[in-house]
C-alpha cells in the first residue's frame, strides 16, 4: 500500500459498478465518498451491507469502512467540497422505446455536479456510453462550472461481475481518454498500484475510450453468438456443438473463451451496450459497419426461444405441466437479473400455461420483484419436487455438481434441458433422465 500517494476521489453512483470502485479505491489507500441518489442504498453500504452479491465485496466494505477513508453521501455539495477527482458511474440502460444508451444520469450526474465545483477537479466517466458522450459532458461541464480548472476524462470500466473486486484491483488493461496530460496524471496517481504491477495503460483521446468498451463487449458478444450459430447448425445434421467448440477452442488464435454454446448472453451490460452501438453508428451514418451485430442479437435471442421448445418436446405441452428452473440470475455468481435468459425462459414457459418454480442460489429477490408471477424455491429439491420437466438455465456450480439420482427421486418425470451445457449427459442418461441440451443430440 505504500507506493499510493492518497488522493481525494468521489464516486457518483454505487450501484454493481460504484460501490465495488469505491470499496477497491479505499482499499488502496485512497480517501473516498461515494454518492448515491437512492438514500436506502447509501444507508445499506453505510452499515457495512452490500445491497447486492459480490463475492468478497461485503468484507472488503467493512474492512474498508473501519480505516475510515471511506464514506458515503447523497449529497452532491459534499463530494464537490470533498474530493478533487470524481468517478461517474451512473447507469445506462437501454431507453425504453428503442435501442439507443438512456444518457439521462449521465447528463444529470455530470450536469448536478459542475455547478458545485469550486476548485480544480477532473471529472471521469466510467459509465459506458456512446462516442460523442465524453466531448459532450466536457461542454456541458465547461458551461455549467464556469470553472476552467475543471476537465473530464472517460475510464471505461472492464470488471466482470462475480469476479468484481479482483477484477479492479487487478485490471488486464486500464484505458485513459483524455486531454491533458494533467488528466492522464491524476489517473496514473488513481491507479498507481495496479501500473506498478504492470497493468498496461493505453492513454487516448475521448472517442477511442468510449469505443474500447463498446468494441470489446461486441467482440465477445459475436463470440458467443457465433458457436450458438453452429449450434443451430448442429441440431440440424445431429452434430455436437460441444465438441465442435471444445475442437475449435485448441487453435490458440481461437482461444476456447467465451465459445461455450448454451442459452446465450444477458445481463446489464451485453445486450443493452451491443444494441446501443448500433443505434450509435445509425445516427453516425455507418451503420452497416454494424450491421452484423443485429445478426449477433438475433442469434442470441433464438437461443432462449429454442430453449423453450425443447423443453415443449420433452413435456408434449406445458398447458398443466409443473415446471422446475434452475437459475434466475444472468449468470453464475452473481444475483444479476437484468435482461436475463432464464428469467425470460421461465416466464415464456409460463405463459404458455405451465406452472413454473424457480430456484437460484442468489437470485431469488430480485426476480421476485421482476417476475412476482413466478413461483420461487428455497433449495434446488423444493423447486424440483413433483416436477415435469427441469431445466438447468443458470451454470452455478451447485446445479452442476447435482446428483442425479438425488434429484431424480425428487421430480415426477426425469426430463431435463440442460440450457447450458453444463451437465454430463452420459451421467444423467444412466440415471434414467431423459437428457436434452442445446447444439447436441
Ligand atoms: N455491472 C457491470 O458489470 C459493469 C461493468 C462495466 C461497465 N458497466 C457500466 O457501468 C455503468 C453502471 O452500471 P451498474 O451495473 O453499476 O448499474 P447500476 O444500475 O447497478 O448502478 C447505477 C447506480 O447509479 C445511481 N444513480 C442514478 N442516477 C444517479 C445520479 N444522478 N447521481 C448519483 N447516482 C445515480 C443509481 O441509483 C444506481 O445505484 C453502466 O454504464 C454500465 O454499462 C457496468
Known amino acids: 500500500m505504500s507506493s499510493v500517494d492518497p488522493l481525494r476521489l468521489a464516486v457518483i453512483g454505487t450501484g454493481y459498478l460504484g460501490a465495488t470502485h469505491a470499496v477497491c479505491m479505499a482499499h488502496l489507500g485512497h480517501e473516498v465518498v461515494a454518492l448515491d441518489v437512492d438514500e436506502s442504498k447509501v444507508a445499506r453500504l453505510a452499515a457495512g451491507d452490500v445491497p447486492f452479491f459480490e463475492p468478497g465485496l461485503d468484507e472488503l466494505l467493512r474492512k474498508v469502512l473501519e480505516t475510515g477513508r471511506l464514506r458515503f453521501t447523497t449529497s452532491y455539495q459534499d463530494v464537490a467540497?470533498?474530493?478533487?477527482?470524481?468517478?461517474?458511474c451512473v447507469g445506462t440502460p437501454q431507453v425504453k422505446d428503442g435501442y439507443a444508451a438512456d444518457l439521462r444520469y449521465v447528463e444529470a450526474a455530470f450536469g448536478g455536479l459542475a455547478p458545485l465545483l469550486r476548485r480544480p477537479a477532473l471529472v471521469v466517466g466510467k459509465s459506458t456510453v456512446p462516442a460523442g458522450t465524453a466531448a459532450r459532458m466536457a461542454e456541458l461541464v465547461r458551461e455549467r462550472s464556469g470553472n476552467d480548472q475543471v476537465e473530464v476524462a472517460w475510464n471505461p470500466e472492464f470488471l466482470r461481475e462475480g469476479f468484481a473486486v479482483d477484477d479492479t484491483l487487478r485490471p488486464d488493461r486500464l484505458v485513459f481518454g483524455v486531454a491533458s496530460a494533467w488528466a492522464e496524471q491524476q489517473l496514473r496517481l488513481t491507479y498507481a498500484r495496479a501500473i506498478e504491477d504492470g497493468c498496461p495503460v493505453v492513454v487516448t483521446?475521448?472517442?477511442?475510450a468510449e469505443l474500447v468498451k463498446v468494441a470489446a463487449n461486441s467482440f465477445l458478444a459475436t463470440k458467443i453468438s457465433f458457436i450458438n450459430a453452429m449450434a443451430e447448425v448442429c441440431e440440424v445434421v445431429h452434430a455436437d456443438v460441444t465438441k465442435l467448440s471444445e475442437?475449435?477452442?485448441?487453435?490458440?488464435?481461437?482461444?476456447?473463451?467465451?465459445?461455450?454454446?448454451?442459452?446465450?448472453f444477458g445481463g446489464g451490460c451485453l445486450p443493452k451496450d451491443i444494441r446501443a452501438f448500433m443505434a450509435r453508428a445509425e445516427e453516425l451514418g455507418v451503420d452497416q459497419a454494424l450491421a452484423f451485430l443485429k445478426d449477433v442479437d438475433d442469434i442470441n435471442k433464438r437461443r432462449r426461444a429454442r430453449t423453450v421448445e425443447l423443453g415443449r418436446e420433452l413435456v408434449g405441452s406445458f398447458a398443466g405441466a409443473r415446471v422446475c428452473v434452475l437459475g434466475a440470475a444472468f449468470k453464475p455468481n452473481s444475483d444479476d437479473i437484468r435482461d436475463s435468459p432464464a428469467l425470460d425462459?421461465?416466464?415464456?414457459?409460463?405463459?404458455?400455461?405451465?406452472?413454473?418454480?424457480?430456484?437460484?442460489?442468489?437470485?431469488?429477490?430480485?426476480a421476485r420483484v421482476m417476475y412476482p408471477e413466478l413461483e420461487y424455491a428455497e433449495t434446488a429439491l423444493d423447486a424440483a419436487r413433483g416436477a415435469d420437466l427441469v431445466l438447468l438455465l443458470t451454470e452455478w456450480t451447485e446445479f452442476r455438481q447435482m446428483d442425479p439420482e438425488v434429484l431424480g427421486a425428487a421430480v415426477a418425470a426425469r426430463r431435463l434441458v440442460d440450457g447450458r451445457n453444463a451437465l454430463q449427459p452420459t451421467s444423467w442418461r444412466a440415471a434414467g433422465w431423459t437428457y436434452r441440451a442445446l447444439g447436441r443430440p
Open 81 to 88: 467540497e470533498s474530493a478533487d477527482v470524481h468517478f461517474i
Open 205 to 208: 483521446d475521448f472517442a477511442t
Open 247 to 264: 475442437a475449435l477452442g485448441y487453435d490458440e488464435r481461437i482461444g476456447r473463451r467465451f465459445l461455450h454454446p448454451g442459452l446465450g
Open 345 to 366: 425462459v421461465a416466464a415464456a414457459i409460463q405463459r404458455q400455461g405451465a406452472s413454473v418454480v424457480v430456484y437460484d442460489p442468489a437470485a431469488v429477490d430480485n
